[in-house]
Nanobody
Framework: QVQLVESGGGLVQPGESLRLSCAAS????????MGWFRQAPGGKEREPVA?????????YYTDSVKGRFTISRSKDKNSVYLQMNSLKPEDTAIYYC??????????????????WGQGTQVAVSS
């Protein structure tokens, strides 16, 4: 069983930055495709934010975060990060980290990921 733990969420003002972290202690994450997904308040559907492949580091970003968010890995820390810059109120959501060893690319399809973290809240408000 893969256990993912997210951290780094919080309340920030528009234009500020946050870095989310996703760590695992029982598996080597660089063998897994990893994704960050979010679910905004009000019953909105979960949407992909950024994903990274397990092999060549290919990435996917949803259009609304391109140029502002960056997904990356650290082999040494067995972690995946989401650097979020120039945050906007519409980025407010619960952010989830997901992983799957059977996904070969940077898939944005949430149903392809078997393992999920508990989520971390990001709120952007003035």
């Amino acid at each position: 069983q893969v256990q993912l733990v997210e951290s780094g969420g919080g309340l920030v003002q528009p234009g500020e930055s946050l870095r989310l972290s996703c760590a695992a202690s029982d598996v080597t994450l660089d063998r897994y495709a990893m994704g960050w997904f979010r679910q905004a308040p009000g019953g909105k559907e979960r949407e992909p934010v950024a994903c990274i492949s397990p092999s060549d580091g290919t990435t996917y970003y949803t259009d609304s975060v391109k140029g502002r968010f960056t997904i990356s890995r650290s082999k040494d820390k067995n972690s995946v990060y989401l650097q979020m810059n120039s945050l906007k109120p519409e980025d407010t959501a619960i952010y989830y980290c997901a992983a799957d060893s059977a996904v070969a690319d940077a898939s944005p399809l949430w149903y392809e990921y078997s393992y999920w973290g508990q989520g971390t809240q990001v709120a952007v408000s003035s």
